[in-house]
């Protein structure tokens, strides 16, 4: 039943993905990369940089939120994800520590579980819009595997995670951030006082449907 789940070809997949709908966005999956979006070329050095900048974002945040890393954010992105991360953990971690808790992953069965990684956060783009609160909730939810790996004496593994997340974000979504204007849109967006009434942080996971998701997460174990 896990391979099945793992392979998309489930339907308690669409289940897993009520975790991150809302029913409020429409259908926008994550872009693939390529050289132009919408008519926008990409800038070979500009691309570059924001994948350098995605996978940097992932070794910082996981690394500071297991505690091995507690000295200053090393760019201002850094110190935007800390902290609107740590809000959305606030926030969410009854249906995080559910999520994670109920996939039991393990390292050593998985490998380091790109495709668990990438199935679990394919169905939250799948079912709604992309926009930065869902990037957000990337990092997130690769800063509680990781953490998920140190708990069950697996912390080895957390270094693969940090390269899963960096890698996830890089290849599914260069090409949109890039149309939003980079990682500084990133920083803009969280830079208001009110940015917490705003609809990209209430966009992330649903309520109701949340216990439903949570059930069907636990074929992953079968």
Not at 124 to 136: C, K
Not at 147 to 160: L, P, Q
Request: glycine fraction near 8%; hydrophobic fraction near 35%; charged fraction near 25%.
């Amino acid at each position: 039943m896990a391979e099945t789940i793992l392979n998309g070809d489930s339907p308690q997949k669409n289940m897993i993905s009520k975790l991150f709908y809302t029913g409020n966005d429409s259908k926008d999956s994550p872009p693939s990369p390529t050289e132009e979006l919408n008519g926008n070329s990409l800038s070979p050095s500009q691309e570059a940089e924001c994948r350098r900048i995605s996978k940097r974002l992932s070794e910082d945040f996981i690394h500071f939120k297991l505690q091995s890393n507690v000295g200053r954010p090393p760019c201002k992105y850094s110190e935007t994800l800390r902290r609107v991360g740590r809000e959305v953990e606030e926030r969410y971690a009854i249906s995080l520590n559910g999520l994670v808790n109920n996939l039991q992953y393990d390292p050593k069965k998985h490998g380091a579980g790109k495709e668990l990684f990438s199935v679990s956060l394919n169905a939250m783009f799948e079912e709604g819009a992309v926009n930065w609160g869902r990037v957000v909730m990337v990092y997130v939810f690769a800063a509680r595997l990781a953490k998920y790996c140190e708990e069950n004496g697996n912390s080895e593994y957390v270094d693969e995670v940090v390269e899963v997340c960096g890698d996830y974000v890089s290849e599914k979504l260069t090409p949109w951030i890039m149309k939003q204007g980079g990682w500084d849109n990133f920083n803009e967006s969280f830079k208001a006082k009110d940015w917490k009434e705003k609809a990209t942080f209430n966009s992330l996971l649903v309520t109701g449907a949340v216990l439903g998701g949570l059930a069907a997460l636990r074929f992953l174990t079968k």
